[in-house]
Every structure is written in C-alpha cells, then in structure tokens.
C-alpha cells in the first residue's frame, strides 16, 4: 500500500459529458501528479499541483484541469468527454524531501 | 519520437530464469531515472532511482543499470517468479518526467 488513494475506480460516461476523479495524497506529500495512461502504454504525465497551486503541465487540452486542497488532496475534471479519453488515471504524490513518486491504484475511465 | 523507448514491448520466460530490460533514452540532462513494476490495473510501484552518478542498483532479485554516456538503463531480474509477470516500466526525469511504453513480462511455470 502506497497511502494514495483514488476514486471512483471505476466509472463509465458518455461523449461530451464530464468527469471528476479524486486523489488523497499519502499524509505530508505536498505534490501531487496526475497521469494518463491508456491501454498498453506509459502513463503520459497531465499536470502537477505543489501548495495549491499547478507547476507543470504536459500537453493536454485545457478541458483537463485540476484542483488541490489545503489538505493536498487533488481532484482532475475533464470536460466535453471523447472517445479518446478512455484511460486508466493515475495520481501519484510525493513529500517535498524525497524523489519517489507513490502512486495509487488508479481510476478506470471509459468513454462510451 | 518517445524520448524514452523500452525493449523488448513483451517477453515470455520460464520460471525460474533470468532475463534483462532494456531502456534507451534521450532526455538530456537528466536528473534520476527510475524503473516500476505495474501489475495490470494496479498503479506502478518503484523498484529503483539511479542519479545519472550511480550506475547500478539492486533491489533484492532486481538488479538496475545505468550508462549515462551511451543513455542506456537495463533492469535484470534475477531467478524469476510467477509474481514478476507484470509491465516494467522506464521514466527519466528532467524538469519533468518521461514515461516508456513499458515491457511486458509473462513468467510461465
């Protein structure tokens, strides 16, 4: 068990609806990353929130964002859903004095 | 072009024997680089960080490599077990982090 937890695990939507999937950092991990990854590949990085605020972001469309919390939980939205969307999710968090990434258990998205 | 690419993508072994991950890389500079184990459906779990200064590191039948002249990592998995099937994947970091597709490993009893 690496503390982060994610949910849903698994979820099913429709084209053009949107999504909100949660993260709860494991306890004193300031930063948290959000991955892509679709089937039988690396997960793709979306973005990165530090104390609230987004310090990276790879390249993903606007209608991807995301929020932190003064607890450092995080949540990604992804609005006007496609087809393309269909992925498992990954959060990952990280304490400010170490490089490893713990990662959670992910949230299966799938766009029907 | 991904800037990390993994070889082979899948690998089917008998338990028991060993066998050798390949990643290559172009990400330069780098700060560390890192190899996971993800079980399908589960999130990635780290085996190794090597600084580009180390060049190898083990992590009980998991032995990592890295050249930083030639960019190139190897992950050695040692006296294999049913459990290893898994994906293995590479990430480099710079500034940010760069995935590799991954290797698939099937151990068969």
């Known amino acids: 068990e690496t503390g982060v937890t994610q949910s849903p695990t698994h979820l099913i939507k429709t084209r053009g609806q949107q999504v909100t999937l949660r993260c709860s950092s494991q306890?004193?991990?300031?930063?948290v990353s959000w991955y892509q990854q679709a089937l039988g590949q690396g997960p793709q990085f979306i973005f990165q929130y530090y104390r609230e605020e987004e310090n990276g972001r790879g390249n993903f469309p606007p209608r991807f964002s995301g929020l932190q919390f003064p607890n450092y939980s995080s949540e990604l939205n992804v609005n006007a859903l496609e087809l393309d969307d269909s992925a498992l999710y990954l959060c990952?968090?990280?304490?400010?004095?170490?490089?490893?990434?713990?990662f959670g258990e992910g949230s299966r998205l799938t766009v029907l | 072009k991904n800037q990390v690419e993994q070889s082979p993508q899948s690998l089917i072994i008998l338990e028991g024997k060993n066998c050798t991950l390949q990643?290559?890389?172009?990400?330069?500079?780098?700060?560390?680089l890192r190899w996971y184990k993800q079980d399908t459906g589960r999130g990635p779990v780290s085996l190794t960080i090597m600084t580009f200064s180390e060049n190898t590191k083990s992590n009980g039948r998991y032995t990592a490599t890295l050249d930083a002249d030639t960019k190139q990592s190897s992950l050695h998995i040692t006296a294999s077990q049913l459990s290893d099937s898994a994906s293995y994947i590479c990430?480099?970091?710079?500034?940010?982090?760069?995935f590799g597709a991954g290797t698939r490993l099937t151990v068969k009893p």
């Open positions: 306890s004193g991990h300031n930063t």
């Open positions: 990643c290559n890389y172009t990400v330069s500079p780098f700060s560390n």
């Open positions: 990430v480099v970091s710079n500034n940010d982090m760069r």
């Open positions: 990952a968090s990280r304490s400010p004095w170490d490089r490893e990434l713990f």
